[in-house]
């Protein structure tokens, strides 16, 4: 009995280190883009309006797309499509580097994209399955794993594009795909988590009485949707634009703010799954959206040591109730 509860503990350390190993990989390559837009727009001589062109079309496809990919996670979605998913992404985006149209440079993100979209619903689903009875401390490990790819896509896609060349990215296509393979040499595929069709073989009866979600319940979720969306979108600004034109006062100043903003965001997770536990989500959530106002005011208002402290403590707040959203959208979807 102790043996086959150790070897079950085994497996499952082994499936949340390749479900958090894909996150990581899969946001490095969603992260990769924003901090090196500026060398795509000398490449292709792209102003403001078309660079953030190419972050609305990447935030459209990899967030927006994401209830629709969770309907279908839902009826169908097995954790092996995450391996599916990780080369997805990791061959479209290292593309981007060689592509010399603007206009298909979005499609190929666009594309990439979506894998993002598909990852994050269906691998936080996986992350809660392996986690057994600690569902929160699995699902915190596997947000602050991927939240470090932010600081390391910005560090690598900088490194590459200014001493090699945009174009050079195309080499990431090794690194990606040698994930995929060791996500599926720990067993992710084996991984079991509650979809349609699951519950369907389990019942001797197939016809299943579904339960619908309280209005209440609705209208929570649907805040903690606009929320996140609101928490990406500034995220993703604040990359490509603030960092953009601090660069233009100190290029040095600008990647010591943009390595402690991206530092920030999966510590921020981090201590605010770990506080979950200490003073509840209730209490987690209120904190983090309050000192993510107090951020957004410095960095909107206040003098250039207010707008660095605010950029810098921004990526700590903004990640500060990850954890509590997903928790809490999880515990809102009934299962039926």
């Known amino acids: 009995m102790e043996q ?12 949340l280190i390749a479900v958090s190993l894909g996150h990581f990989t899969n946001d490095f390559f969603a992260g990769l883009i924003s901090p090196i837009t500026v060398f795509f727009a000398y490449k292709m001589g792209l102003n403001f309006t078309q660079q953030g062109l190419l972050s609305i079309v990447m935030l459209i496809f990899a967030s927006f797309l994401q209830p629709f990919l969770g309907i279908l996670s839902d009826k169908r979605g097995k954790p092996g499509h995450l391996i599916i998913s990780i080369i997805w992404i990791t061959i479209w985006i290292s593309l981007s580097g060689i592509v010399i149209h603007y206009y298909l440079l979005i499609i190929v993100l666009a594309l990439g994209s979506s894998a993002s979209a598909l990852y994050h619903t269906l691998g936080t689903t996986t992350a809660v399955a392996v986690g057994g009875n600690s569902k929160g401390t699995s699902l915190s490990v596997f947000m602050t794993v991927g939240g470090f790819a932010g600081t390391f896509a910005s560090v690598v896609g900088i490194g590459i594009a200014e001493n090699f060349g945009v174009e050079k990215i195309i080499f990431l296509i090794i690194p990606g795909c040698v994930i995929a393979l060791i996500m599926f040499l720990l067993g992710i595929q084996h991984v079991v988590i509650e979809t349609e069709e699951n519950n369907k073989i389990k019942l001797q009866n197939p016809v299943k009485e579904k339960i619908k979600m309280s209005k209440a319940n609705k209208l929570w979720l649907s805040i903690l949707l606009y929320i996140s969306i609101m928490k990406t979108l500034s995220g993703v600004f604040i990359v490509t634009y603030g960092i ?6 100190n ?19 981090m201590i605010g799954g770990m506080l979950i536990d200490v003073i509840g989500e209730k209490k987690v959530f209120l904190y983090g959206m309050g000192a993510t106002f107090i951020s957004f005011f410095m960095v909107a208002y206040g003098g250039s040591i207010a707008t660095a402290l605010g950029i810098g403590v921004l990526g700590f707040s903004i990640s500060f109730t990850n954890t509590v959203c997903v928790l809490s959208s999880h515990e809102m979807i009934p299962n039926g």
């Open 244 to 249: 953009q034109i601090m660069m233009l006062k």
């Open 251 to 269: 290029f040095t100043y600008a990647a010591m703010l943009l390595s402690i903003h991206l530092l920030g965001r999966p510590i921020g997770t």
């Open 4 to 15: 086959t509860e150790y070897l079950s503990k085994k497996t499952g350390y082994k499936q």
